[in-house]
């Protein structure tokens, strides 16, 4: 499958990004830049570090949307760090775009057809304003890491983080697009990686970065949620639903974001004013998940060991 990932690279979405080069059925033809754990500046400053790092420095990187006075909370600075990335030296100095996102989003649409999927792990701005623009990409396959409907929100009781950054956006994407997938904190706070776990990479560039960068969001997570063992795999397992929807229980309904008032970022069901329903993940299959995403990164980084 030909894959879009739609990231604000922070350290969960350094693991989609390694996990979707890593992984033998997927073919990662771009990314485009949100925002949310960073600017969308500073996150693609990430993503073209980490590609050169992950020997894919040809993949193209997208300038997305923002918002007009978007400024990066102190809760995603203290979870990733102020570069986004933990603070680890991965040579982040510039981004250069290779167009705009929302002009790839619509042009890869047409080109790939029912081979593509769209996978958006952070605000969905650019998302929304594509779908808006362009009927072809509202029946593309899309894999969102977001919201969250049966457990309570990660910045409010309400809302999750990535709805969060800007719910019309998020709202006006769930009633557009035809075949999405939520991946929410309904599944995503199942999965942790441990410190042991993301040890094992260790031994070659790619690997002592990554560690190292799962060991500042580790860290965090221990202030944050004491009672777990690791860090959850929010945006890789993502990616892992892309390429198998196997792994998760979805409830299928029309969803709404809730855009004002005290629930504002609330993903819930909605009972009128569209046909579009969307599938919910609710269940997930740890089991085979966070083993085979730890394994497949410790082969990228061998393979990467062995070729330099």
């Keep these: 499958m030909k894959m879009i990932l739609d990231l604000d690279t922070g350290i969960d979405d350094a693991f989609a990004l390694a996990y979707a080069i890593a992984h033998p059925d997927i073919e990662l033809i771009g990314i485009t830049g949100t925002y949310g754990n960073v600017t969308v500046e500073q996150g693609m400053a990430n993503t073209q570090a980490l590609l050169e790092l992950l020997g894919q420095p040809e993949i193209p990187v997208y300038a997305g949307a923002t918002v007009a006075g978007f400024e990066v909370s102190e809760a995603s600075a203290r979870i990733h760090g102020a570069d986004g990335v933990g603070n680890v030296d991965i040579a982040a100095e510039k981004a250069d775009s290779a167009g705009d996102a929302v002009e790839f989003l619509i042009a890869s649409a047409a080109k790939y057809g029912e081979d593509l999927v769209v996978v958006p792990t952070g605000a969905q701005t650019t998302l929304a304003r594509a779908l808006e623009q362009d009927e072809t990409l509202r029946s593309i396959r899309m894999v969102s890491m977001g919201g ?161």
């Design 148 to 308: 969250a409907l049966t457990v309570p929100g990660n910045v409010s009781p309400a809302a999750e983080a990535n709805i969060s950054q800007d719910p019309h956006s998020s709202n006006t994407v769930y009633q557009l697009a035809e075949d999405m997938t939520m991946v929410g904190l309904d599944v995503t706070m199942q999965t942790q990686l441990t410190r042991a776990e993301a040890d094992s990479w260790r031994g070659s560039a790619a690997g002592d970065v990554f560690a190292d960068m799962a060991g500042d969001y580790i860290d965090a997570y221990q202030d944050n949620n004491p009672h777990m063992e690791g860090c959850a795999l929010h945006d890789p397992l993502a990616v892992a639903v892309a390429a198998d929807p196997d792994l998760v229980d979805c409830l299928i309904l029309p969803l709404q974001v809730d855009t004002e008032g005290p629930t504002i970022g609330r993903t819930i069901g909605r009972w009128e004013g569209t046909d579009v329903e969307t599938r919910v993940a609710v269940g997930v299959d740890v089991d085979t998940f966070v083993p085979d995403f730890i394994d497949k990164l410790a082969q990228l980084f061998g393979r990467l060991a062995q070729s330099r």
